[in-house]
């Protein structure tokens, strides 16, 4: 019997910036891929000093000996154009860039440019498809390993795997399962060089990227889908609602089957709030500059009594 042969080592180019890109890159390293160049945002100010501080992937890149470039922008940029198409590459890997590649850096690899993407497309083309899974009670979510065009996420695929989702998925559970098959699959594509399939025109929906705006929490709408807001925009860009002056965060909470004035402390359990339909037990929420606390602790130093009228 013949040996399988080994799959070929590729030049390529990593584009990546959050902690969803960091496992791909990783695979792709211990894979024994040459590694030309990685591509991610800037550093930014971040924490409370406001101190520079490179993404996930810049910090993954530098621990693992990998040059790193960061343009702000590649639009119009014919120096960086240039400078991509001198790599030489057998093909670009990109996983949650944050900036939209022109038409000279799409062409420029052999290959093309392959995105990782965290949806089943064309289901949640866009920005935040995990969150939007979340968000619309979607029973499966997955991965799709696409050759990019001038579109948005609109290329043809070339894998994609499903995953199901537990009724009360939250948006962490769910982005780490699909990073890490994210970077399974595009070894996978990279060894099998699929054929590609054009997406299918029925079935697009849109995931634009989120706001703070997006987190907050309307008492007039029904529980489950605040409950759903909540495990969605958990960690970022976090489930909110407005009180006192303040924007007071919920990090976890659950339905009940209650009724009342939709934003009234109910009597029951601890911090249950009426909603347009059924009610919400807030689990564990914070104060601006305070940590955050199980609902009854919280309570113990802000007591809301039934009958009080939340925001």
């Not at 960091?22 to 590694?35: D, M």
């Not at 979510?141 to 009724?167: H, K, N």
């Not at 605040?226 to 007071?248: K, T």
């Not at 309570?299 to 925001?311: C, M, V």
């Amino acid at each position: 019997m013949s040996e399988r042969a080994a799959p070929p080592r590729l030049r390529l180019a990593f584009m990546g910036s959050p902690d969803f890109a960091v496992p791909a890159l990783r695979a792709l390293h211990a894979a024994g891929h040459e590694i030309a160049a990685v591509y991610c945002q800037p550093p930014r100010p971040a924490g409370r000093g406001q101190k520079e501080t490179p993404c996930p992937v810049h910090r993954a890149a530098l621990e693992l000996g990998l040059a790193v470039r960061t343009p702000a922008r590649l639009r119009r940029a014919a120096e960086e154009h240039a400078a991509f198409a001198a790599l030489d590459l057998d093909a670009a890997v990109v996983a949650a860039y944050g900036l939209i590649l022109p038409p000279p850096m799409l062409s420029a690899p052999r290959r093309g440019c392959l995105n990782i993407h965290a949806s089943l497309l064309p289901r949640w083309r866009g920005a935040a498809p995990i969150q939007a899974a979340i968000l619309h009670g979607d029973t499966e979510s997955g991965v799709t390993i696409m050759r990019m065009d001038e579109g948005l996420d609109s290329g043809p695929m070339l894998l994609r795997e499903a995953i199901a989702l537990p009724p009360r998925a939250t948006t962490p559970w769910l982005h780490d399962r699909l990073a890490e098959m994210g970077a399974r699959l595009i070894l996978r594509a990279l060894a099998e060089d699929p054929p590609a399939t054009p997406q299918p025109e029925a079935g697009v929906t849109h995931a634009p990227k989120l706001s703070k705006a997006d987190g907050r929490l309307d008492w007039t709408r029904p529980a489950a889908e605040l409950d759903a807001r909540i495990r969605a925009m958990n960690p970022w860009p976090g489930a909110w609602f407005p009180q006192g002056g303040e924007a007071w965060r919920v990090w976890e909470a659950e339905p009940l089957a209650m009724t009342g004035e939709p934003g009234t402390v109910l009597a029951g359990p601890p911090l249950a709030i009426a909603c347009g339909v059924g009610a919400l037990r807030i689990l564990r929420l914070q104060r601006p500059g305070r940590a955050a606390m199980a609902a009854g602790a919280f309570l113990r130093g802000t007591p809301l009594p039934p009958g009080t009228r939340l925001g």
